[in-house]
């Protein structure tokens, strides 16, 4: 049963289409299947619309004396972390199915090949920027961003060209900054600063990293 759903639709290859208004989502046609004799069989079947905005499934032939599973397709999981507390804000993709992966690591072991802080894991957390293939099995760069106080990414964006554009708060008054509109910390410590920047393409340069803030509480989301 899905709620906000404007239209339901089911494709030329059995994939089930939801039509939101923030654009369309995709549920793979399920993989269904019986396991008999230690061999595993196929069954026929996939998805069925209902009305009111309901999906069930259409199951053909299948020995009703053993389990029928229904499985959904997982197009890929991943881990991404060190000994600390990891948090992910935020993902983006650009036109090559490339995954950007931004968020906030508190591990010294963070898998981070790219280095842009002025100390690992600084007092909060520091901001890591990792990049992986269309199917995650390959990490293409992973970048650690940060200053010596808490730092928090909110926001990931990845223009045309592959550049990462992040955005958050920051209590880092040497947080590393890059070609800035505002070079220094506008509360002097203590309250946070929003933060914007950009990563190059390959992930090895920041373009530009700039504070955007005044004396008081300021956060980029």
Known sequence: D???VRALSLDRNGNLRLRTAAGDLVQHKPVIYQTI???RHSVAGGYRLLADNRVGFQVGAYDHAEPLVVDPILAY????GGSGADYVSSIATDAAGNVYVTGNTESFDFPASIVFSQGLEGNGGDIFVTKFN????AVLYSAYIGGSAADFPMTIAVDGAGHAYVGGSTASTDFPI???LQPLH???GGLQDAFVL???ADGKS???STYVGGSGEDSGN
Do not use: E, V
């Open 186 to 188: 506008g509360a002097d």
């Open 198 to 200: 950009k990563l190059a």
């Open 134 to 137: 269309p199917h995650t099995d």
């Open 206 to 208: 920041l373009l530009y």
């Open 178 to 180: 890059r070609n800035a």
């Open 77 to 80: 999981s991943s881990y991404l």
């Open 2 to 4: 899905f709620a906000g």
């Open 37 to 39: 004799a230690g061999q």
